[in-house]
């Protein structure tokens, strides 16, 4: 989502298929699964490309303008921890050994920026720690940075110049080491990498799967045949990985795509507005959402921001 808004749209993948995905979608609600929407408005500014987490019994929202906590889904309040890696379509939070680490701090845009290898850590929600100013972290930006192993990782990436194909990982968010240059998939950037059932899945347009996340094999190279999407965000829940808020072919859509061996996907009909870069994380058996944005393709020029907060649960 962050590359693709930011650079109208450069990160589409080219892809040959061999997935498959159901061709007419059905409601969420049939059969096991029910969407209910929690709130109209969060508190928080209409926004796009922010995070949620669920930490330490609480469902938190890491947004530009701040933080906003609840225990239960429904009831928000601010904290007063502020945005500390400041742009957020650039760099990512990453939930981390029960704490949140904010890993650099990038300001500006795609054409002029300034990056500070610095690393934040939150254990109590309520202040940052910084805890190196001059770590090792590669200086580069849109990767989705993911915990396995007991070490943060980062696969890809790019700077103003170049984007990478390569490994690097840290037992502790400052020191960091490459551990593969040339890795299968190529360079890449915006990928996003989730752990299902002990196996690694990096997505894409297309699948990848990993036991150790250094060997890769590829699943599919079309996770929906004919078809390139980006700007979803990748969850587990219920043992399946769900993409949630997916551009297809250049149109958003409020579909979500669900599949458990990242090879067959299933399509289904969610009751929220079409947008992507959506904040998403699971919490007390449910998945929330909120955030996204729409827009800025031919049919629909002008962008719409979302807020809303909707939960999904089994039935």
């Given amino acids: 989502m962050k590359r693709?808004?930011?650079?109208?749209?450069?990160?589409?993948?080219?892809?040959?298929?061999?997935?498959?995905v159901s061709s007419n979608a059905q409601p969420v609600a049939a059969g096991q699964y029910a969407w209910s929407k929690v709130a109209d408005q969060g508190p928080w500014r209409k926004n796009y490309n922010f995070q949620m987490f669920a930490v330490g019994g609480r469902l938190i929202v890491l947004h530009p303008d701040g933080t906003w906590e609840t225990a239960d889904g429904k009831v928000w309040a601010r904290s007063p921890l502020t945005n500390v890696i400041?742009?957020?379509?650039?760099?990512?939070?990453?939930?981390?050994?029960?704490?949140?680490f904010g890993l650099g701090h990038l300001s500006g845009n795609?054409?002029?920026?300034?990056?500070?290898?610095?690393?934040?850590?939150?254990?109590?929600?309520?202040?940052?720690?910084?805890?190196?100013?001059?770590?090792?972290?590669?200086r580069r930006f849109f990767y989705?940075?993911?915990?396995?192993?007991?070490?943060?990782?980062?696969?890809?990436?790019e700077d103003r110049q170049t984007k990478y194909g390569d490994?690097?990982?840290s037992p502790d968010g400052i020191n960091w080491t490459k551990q593969r240059e040339n890795a299968p998939f190529g360079p890449r950037s915006g990928s996003q990498v989730v752990e299902l059932d002990?196996?690694?899945?990096l997505l894409n347009n297309d699948v990848w799967s990993s036991a150790d996340g250094l060997n890769w094999e590829k699943v599919t190279s079309?996770?929906?045949?004919?078809?390139?999407?980006?700007?979803?965000?990748?969850?587990?829940?219920?043992?399946?990985?769900?993409?949630?808020?997916?551009?297809?072919?250049?149109?958003?859509s409020s579909q979500v795509l669900v599949s458990s061996d990242g090879k067959n996907w299933e399509a289904k009909d969610a009751p929220w507005s079409p947008r992507g870069g959506i904040a998403a994380a699971v919490f007390q058996n449910k998945l929330f959402i909120t955030g996204g944005k729409y827009g800025g393709t031919p049919n629909h020029v002008d962008f719409v921001y979302s807020n809303d907060v909707w939960a999904l649960e089994q039935r």
């Fill in 4 to 20: 693709s808004f930011v650079t109208l749209l450069a990160v589409l993948i080219t892809a040959c298929s061999n997935a498959s």
């Fill in 86 to 100: 400041d742009n957020q379509a650039f760099l990512d939070y990453v939930l981390f050994r029960g704490a949140v």
């Fill in 110 to 138: 795609i054409e002029r920026f300034t990056f500070k290898p610095e690393i934040y850590r939150t254990t109590d929600l309520k202040k940052w720690e910084t805890i190196s100013n001059k770590s090792n972290i590669p």
């Fill in 144 to 157: 989705r940075p993911f915990v396995f192993a007991d070490k943060i990782w980062i696969i890809g990436g």
């Fill in 167 to 169: 490994i690097w990982n």
């Fill in 198 to 201: 002990g196996k690694l899945y």
């Fill in 222 to 252: 079309e996770i929906v045949k004919g078809e390139e999407i980006f700007g979803y965000t990748a969850v587990i829940f219920d043992k399946k990985i769900w993409l949630l808020g997916c551009n297809r072919n250049g149109r958003f």
